[in-house]
T-cell receptor, first 112, second 116 residues
């Protein structure tokens, strides 16, 4: 089955800095890569996603890049704010059956 | 986006009793719902895939008789933790995808189960 590795497990930055979270996946058949943000005790919320026919996608301060050859994808958050503090999960799936495999999560802490 | 509602959000029960958690898709039909368990500061662990009108598919290591899943309609799946023990205490989350649409999965708000 699919295996998703996510790094780092914890990321601490100063407000205004950029944050980068990286994930790798094992199954070349995976073609959909969502990123979720989960605040403490709450449900994961989709923040951005990318499909395998696209190399990069951006939404305001958030961007995701995908390298299919290397089987890795990354989340980039620019101009971080304290409210960006949360746990971020990457995931990979093959669409269709739509069972995403999640990375272990990255706890992002943005210091004011 | 689509809404998935999970109930209850918190439950405390005594050891040996059973607890039922409901997951509803409020504005779309979900032929498939997923049940996850999440330990503190850990990722989402898929427990089972719930298919409307048929038996659930359980992940390896998940006890079918302990975690009973029923998906009786296109908008409702239930997870029943039977004969609960303190080690079953955890955060349980469901998710659902809209029928026939290859799109994101939407999560319920989760249920914090504490077994005392």
């Amino acid at each position: 089955g699919e295996n998703v590795e996510q790094h780092p497990s914890t990321l601490s930055v100063q407000e205004g800095d950029s944050a980068v979270i990286k994930c790798t996946y094992s199954d070349s058949a995976s073609n959909y890569f969502p990123w979720y943000k989960q605040e403490l005790g709450k449900r994961p919320q989709l923040i951005i996603d990318i499909r395998s026919n696209v190399g990069e996608k951006k939404d305001q301060r958030i961007a995701v890049t995908l390298n299919k050859t290397a089987k890795h994808f990354s989340l980039h958050i620019t101009e971080t704010q304290p409210e960006d503090s949360a746990v971020y999960f990457c995931a990979a799936s093959m669409g269709g059956s739509y069972i995403p495999t999640f990375g272990r999560g990255t706890s992002l802490i943005v210091h004011p | 986006g689509a809404v998935v509602s999970q109930h209850p959000s918190r439950v405390i029960c005594k050891s040996g009793t059973s607890v039922k958690i409901e997951c509803r898709s409020l504005d779309f039909q979900a032929t498939t719902m997923f049940w996850y368990r999440q330990f503190p500061k850990k990722s989402l662990m898929l427990m089972a895939t719930s298919n409307e009108g048929s038996k659930a598919t359980y992940e390896q290591g998940v006890e079918k008789d302990k975690f009973l899943i029923n998906h009786a309609s296109l908008t409702l799946s239930t997870l029943t933790v039977t004969s609960a023990h303190p080690e079953d205490s955890s955060f349980y989350i469901c998710s659902a995808s809209e029928r026939g649409v290859d799109t994101e999965a939407f999560f319920g708000q989760g249920t914090r189960l504490t077994v005392v």
